[in-house]
């Protein structure tokens, strides 16, 4: 799938927003029954970087994406996306969630249009103009007419990039897009999206549990203890792109940093005395 | 297209209807249990006269005023119900209760404080109505998932924005089944209500039939109360919801 299209910024006359920097300073959060998830936790991601966090369950990923998107405040520290504190409306923000979450009820163009919409910045016309335009750019203008339901789970989490793309974030947030896909869909929603992310150039934090993804789609996987450790290590990848299924997987260096990664995690898991009680 | 694949089975039940009922009263008189074809002739007549239409559209206006009144209220109540826990805690006790007691058992409740007449046979379809409809309504609101709803606040919805383009066309499919399950109670309530005490209508025509020994006037009230019940069911709210619930197959 990797075809070379024209740069999108050729198509869409909109100004693009530039890529965000994000900065969590010296985040603290526990939970009303005292289980502590974050205690001194800080991460940085430079504008256009494309950074994975990798973890085992119980490192607190779930409660780093709630706060990143403001629905939850730490008990103290700070987040700044390009140096603003961060709120849930903010529209330097994009969610891709790890199940689709289309509407049911609208059409797949409709689904990409639905931010537009809600905005109110654009006409009608140029909200459908921009939603079809998204929409082509994951390849799916041919069933721009189709409910949820008609399409397969690929096909959904691929509207689901494209209604995200749609108000072109700054930072696109993906919480484990495409962990609920079969493997081979996953290889090419993996590739699919580097080629989006390196046409539109927004900076990318991307939720995984899978190592061979990380180290693919990835500038620097940052692995995560279980709570309250926060950042047990960080790995720069260091990989040509454009990167491609097959020739980027079958490198000895991207051999040798899943070696180091999975060592990595099972250091993880078996330090931490409660969690491999709870994972025994 | 071959008839195989158009016969369906539903077409016989009608006729297997009629055949059982000919056979039962061809064992009775004609003044116990007529045949369909007197039943028939003395629609004829009831039509004739136009006092068929007379009690049918006083049931219906009944009908009409005691469900629109139940729709207000349960999408009031249901929607309530459906976003706060508390308010559902509060309500789910009363809900049971009244749908405990058989609407028609207020009849006299009602007519002594209304009065025979309208309102007094509005309120007991209103309150066979309402509790069922909301129950649905609530249910509805509940089985919104909230992924829809924070999927929608992260493309930069508000609260109201939420409500118009979330809640309203999720709860769409509820809410027509609700309108199908609040008609055919209203209905039934409706029709044993006037059979208590009304001066007219279609349930007064039976019970009425029943008093002056009239077995043509009684099948012919039964048949009228089927036939409104089985069109309003399968043209109009099946219908109405099958169009709310393309979007829902999984």
New interface residues.
């Given amino acids: 799938m990797a075809i070379q299209r024209s740069p999108a910024s050729t198509n869409s006359n909109a100004p693009r927003r530039p890529a965000a920097s994000l900065s969590m300073d010296d985040i603290n959060f526990s939970y009303a029954n005292g289980h502590t998830v974050f205690d001194g936790f800080s991460l940085h991601v430079e504008p256009g970087e494309f950074v994975s966090l990798l973890g085992p369950s119980g490192c607190g990923k779930t409660t780093l994406l709630n706060l990143l998107s403001g629905f939850q405040k730490p008990s103290s520290g700070t987040i700044h996306i390009n140096h603003q504190p961060v709120h849930p409306e903010m529209p330097e923000l994009g969610y891709v969630f790890q199940s689709p979450q289309l509407f049911p009820w609208l059409s797949a163009l409709e689904n990409v249009r639905f931010g537009l919409s809600m905005q109110k910045q654009l006409g009608v016309k140029e909200q459908l103009d921009k939603a079809r335009h998204y929409l082509s750019l994951v390849g799916l203008d041919k069933v721009a007419d189709k409910l949820p339901y008609q399409l397969s789970g690929g096909m959904q989490q691929r509207v689901s990039l494209a209604r995200a793309l749609a108000l072109e974030p700054a930072l696109l947030l993906m919480d484990e897009p495409f962990a609920a896909l079969d493997a081979i869909t996953r290889n090419n929603l993996n590739e699919e999206t580097l080629r989006l992310w390196s046409e539109l150039g927004q900076t990318v934090l991307f939720i995984t549990h899978d190592i061979d993804e990380a180290i693919f789609m990835s500038d620097r996987v940052v692995v995560l203890g279980i709570a309250p450790q926060g950042i047990h290590s960080e790995l720069a990848i260091d990989l040509t792109r454009p990167r491609a299924n097959i020739d980027t997987r079958k490198l000895t260096a991207f051999l040798d940093y899943r070696t180091r990664l999975m060592s990595t995690i099972s250091d993880v898991i078996h330090t931490d005395v409660t969690a491999s009680n709870i994972h025994s | 297209m071959r008839f195989s694949a158009k016969f369906h089975w539903g077409w016989l039940s009608l006729p297997f209807l009629l055949i059982v009922w000919s056979a039962i009263a061809s064992q009775y008189p004609a003044y116990i249990l007529p045949q369909p074809w007197d039943v028939a002739q003395e629609a004829v007549r009831w039509l004739k006269d136009g006092s068929l239409l007379l009690h049918l559209r006083a049931s219906l206006l009944e009908e009409i005023g005691g469900f629109a009144l139940a729709t207000v209220v349960a999408i009031l109540l249901g929607s309530l119900a459906g976003l706060s826990n508390n308010f559902r805690d509060f309500i789910s006790p009363l809900n049971s209760l009244f749908m405990a007691i058989p609407p028609v058992a207020w009849a006299p409740l009602t007519m002594i404080i209304f009065g025979l007449g309208y309102w007094s046979i509005v309120m007991v379809i209103f309150i066979a109505a309402v509790f069922p409809m909301a129950i649905t309504i609530q249910e509805g609101i509940q089985s919104i ?1 909230g ?2 709803v ?9 609260t109201w ?1 939420i409500i118009l ?2 809640y309203i ?2 709860s ?1 499919p509820f809410v027509t089944a609700a309108l199908r399950i609040g008609f055919s109670q209203a209905w039934r309530a409706l029709v044993a209500a006037e059979m208590i005490g009304a001066s007219k209508g279609i349930g007064w025509m039976v019970s009425m039939g029943g008093q002056i020994g009239n077995s043509n006037q009684v099948l012919l009230g039964i048949a009228t109360i089927g036939l409104i019940a089985w069109l309003m069911e399968n043209l109009a709210f099946k219908r109405l919801e099958k169009h709310y619930q ?5």
């Fill in positions: 998932r992924g829809e924070r999927a929608a606040r992260t493309l930069g919805a508000d924005q383009h979330v066309p999720a769409l393309t979007w829902r197959v999984q």
